[in-house]
């Protein structure tokens, strides 16, 4: 009794199979629910006979069920065209629509005219992808024009070789399809960013900057002044003038920076102006002016204390307020050391000594 359930169901299964090979034009999923079922109906007929099963020609069942399931005979099923097949028809459609206009054919003999032009820019566009990958991060600016012998080489170069690509005398067949489209697609996305800002004129600013206020040497910012006599001594609290009569202030005509306490509010002098104190270059110490009798802040008397900063809150540390050492206790004299002058009496020229008479 197994023994003929095994040959009924062996049956099956190799009829099934012979029929999904006459269906085989199906789609997938659809084929898979007609063996399917096919399976599941002939083992019920199969159990309601007793084991008895009469199958047939796979052939002729296969077209019953295409007839009974409504689908064509085998053959009239076309499969679906691929993408760029539909995409191929879709522009020989457009294409022939646009030529029944007569100012639409004439553009596109235009367009077919100037192809060649398109493939020297196209060059352009690739030299463009290929150095945007080479400067990206590096904050080149103007990047897309190229401004060096080797940069204008590699542009010609590629407009060389873009132009055999489109003629299909090299290149064309060693790329495929996809990739030619691909790179189409990059290179006039590349020509359209890029071609804006190559005809943009380039701005440069030639000219020195600013002029820094205040006192400098050789564009060095000068911290403090110390002053000397013509005999090299230091002198203290010297003022300074220009010959028009200004001061010579140290940060010039704008003065320094304003005293702020911790909650940021400008620390008041007799004026009601504010303390003032200047930043030195190294950051790290400030020079602070003396005040005259109505609180204002005197910036051409030197030397100017000075004092450490606060680098937490950029003010000046008053307690470390002193006058700062001068840069050498005595400096070379202006005018030369005078000689010693002796001060004693001259000494009378000696006489001679009177020989004695005999």
């Known amino acids: 009794m197994n023994d003929t359930i095994a040959s009924t169901d062996e049956r099956i299964r190799s009829f099934a199979s012979a029929v999904r090979q006459h269906l085989d034009d199906l789609p997938?999923?659809?084929?898979?629910?007609?063996?399917?079922?096919?399976?599941?109906?002939?083992a019920d007929q199969a159990d309601d006979n007793g084991g008895m099963l009469d199958l047939g020609d796979p052939a002729s069942y296969a077209e019953e069920l295409r007839s009974a399931a409504g689908l064509p005979p085998r053959g009239a099923i076309q499969s679906r065209p691929r993408l760029g097949e539909r995409l191929l028809a879709t522009r020989q459609r457009l294409t022939a629509g646009i030529r029944r206009n007569p100012i639409g054919a004439w553009l596109l003999d235009l367009c077919v005219t100037l192809r060649p032009a398109w493939w020297a820019l196209r060059g352009y566009g690739l030299y463009v992808l290929i150095l945007f990958v080479v400067v990206m991060g590096n904050g080149r600016e103007h990047w897309m024009v190229p401004d060096s012998l080797p940069e204008w080489?590699?542009?010609?170069?590629?407009?060389?070789?873009?132009?055999?690509?489109?003629?299909?005398?090299?290149?064309?067949?060693?790329?495929?399809?996809?990739?030619?489209?691909?790179?189409?697609?990059?290179?006039?996305?590349?020509?359209?960013?890029?071609?804006?800002?190559?005809?943009?004129?380039?701005?440069?600013?030639?000219?020195?900057d600013y002029p820094q206020s205040g006192l400098t040497l050789d564009g060095v910012q000068i911290n403090n002044i110390f002053a000397y006599d013509e005999n090299g001594d230091l002198i203290d609290r010297v003022q300074l003038f220009t010959g028009k009569g200004t001061p010579l202030d140290l940060y010039g005509s704008a003065g320094g920076q304003l005293f702020m306490d911790e909650n940021g509010e400008i620390v008041d002098s007799a004026n009601?102006?504010?303390?003032?104190?200047?930043?030195?270059?190294?950051?790290?110490?400030?020079?602070?002016?003396?005040?005259?009798?109505?609180?204002?802040?005197?910036?051409?008397?030197?030397?100017?204390?000075?004092?450490?900063?606060?680098?937490?809150?950029?003010?000046?540390?008053?307690?470390?307020?002193?006058?700062?050492?001068?840069?050498?206790?005595?400096?070379?004299r202006v005018t030369p050391t005078p000689e010693p002058v002796d001060t004693s009496s001259p000494s009378s020229p000696p006489e001679p000594t009177p020989t004695p008479v005999p």
């Open 28 to 42: 997938p999923d659809e084929l898979d629910e007609i063996i399917g079922g096919l399976t599941a109906d002939l």
């Open 272 to 332: 009601g102006r504010g303390h003032e104190f200047g930043l030195q270059d190294d950051g790290l110490r400030v020079t602070v002016p003396a005040e005259d009798y109505r609180g204002r802040p005197i910036w051409n008397t030197y030397p100017l204390d000075e004092a450490d900063l606060d680098t937490r809150t950029m003010m000046p540390r008053m307690p470390t307020l002193d006058r700062p050492e001068p840069p050498f206790q005595k400096a070379p």
């Open 153 to 208: 080489g590699a542009v010609i170069l590629l407009g060389v070789l873009s132009v055999q690509w489109g003629s299909g005398k090299r290149l064309k067949r060693s790329v495929g399809k996809r990739a030619h489209a691909a790179l189409n697609l990059l290179a006039a996305l590349a020509v359209v960013a890029a071609l804006p800002v190559a005809l943009s004129p380039r701005v440069e600013y030639v000219g020195q």
